[in-house]
């Protein structure tokens, strides 16, 4: 194990893993001993209600929140104290659910912004590298507005948007916040080909979602989160299955 590449895909071993991750905003403890993990070409769904601690899982694993407790692993790496930029820089993206595009930037200058050199895996296959031009032909709407600033896009180009950025960092996984919360129907569908088609591009995901139909086009296995502690892990299929978890922690 080198120290440039300490990950190993032993039996295909996490790429990340969290183990006891509490995390406070404040004062209020928010997550409780949450244990997860995301394996090498997998789309994990984070799945609850309003409030049941998903962003804030995303946020903590980023390294984002002040204040957490908790093992963190990344690609062999301990990342439990790390900074969100040195996060980063490992290959680790984050798509926030508030989008945080520069409005006043053009698409192609938002995506400068968030570029990185192409990475490797440890055994020297390249990892999944993004341009422009395979962006747009990934998201065929930014191509068609190269030139737009991006506070005159509307909600769901912005969302597209976001995640093409975080793709230009060139990540081996992403975390993706609420892909489907309030854009149109037709923006909710061309996201869910986006993550399928990202997974065959060889992109691990983990996404917080509430939107059941949605997870369930795209995820491979699922936890569930209840005020904060998860209430539930496996496939996405048993989950799907599971009418009692899901009326008792999904059910709006």
Avoid: C
Avoid at 62 to 77: A, E, K, V, Y
Avoid at 94 to 108: H, S, Y
Avoid at 195 to 224: C, T, W
């Amino acid at each position: 194990m080198s120290a440039s590449h300490p990950y190993v895909n032993v039996g295909n071993a996490p790429l990340l893993r969290a183990q006891g991750l509490s995390a406070w905003y404040g004062a209020a403890q928010i997550l409780f001993d949450v244990d997860l993990e995301v394996r090498r070409g997998e789309v994990v769904a984070l799945m609850g209600r309003n409030g049941a601690g998903k962003s804030t899982t995303l946020k903590a694993l980023m390294g984002l929140l002040d204040r957490r407790r908790g093992t963190l692993d990344f690609m062999g790496r301990d990342i439990s104290r790390a900074q969100p930029h040195d996060v980063a820089r490992l290959g680790l993206g984050f798509v926030p659910e508030d989008r945080r595009i520069f409005t006043d930037l053009t698409v192609m200058e938002n995506l400068a912004v968030g570029r990185q050199p192409a990475r490797t895996w440890p055994e020297g296959q390249p990892a999944p590298a993004w341009t422009p031009e395979r962006l747009f032909q990934l998201f065929p709407n930014l191509g068609e507005m190269r030139e737009r600033p991006g506070g005159r896009m509307s909600g769901g180009e912005q969302q597209m948007l976001t995640v093409a950025r975080t793709l230009m960092g060139n990540p081996y996984l992403v975390l993706l916040d609420e892909p489907s919360e309030g854009v149109a129907p037709v923006i909710v569908e061309q996201m869910a080909l986006m993550i399928v088609e990202l997974k065959a591009q060889g992109v691990s995901i983990l996404l917080s979602e509430q939107n059941m139909h949605f997870a369930e086009l795209v995820s491979d296995r699922a936890y569930v989160l209840e005020k904060g502690q998860i209430r539930f892990q496996g496939p996405m299929a048993d989950l799907a299955a599971n009418d009692e978890v899901r009326r008792n922690h999904l059910s709006v």
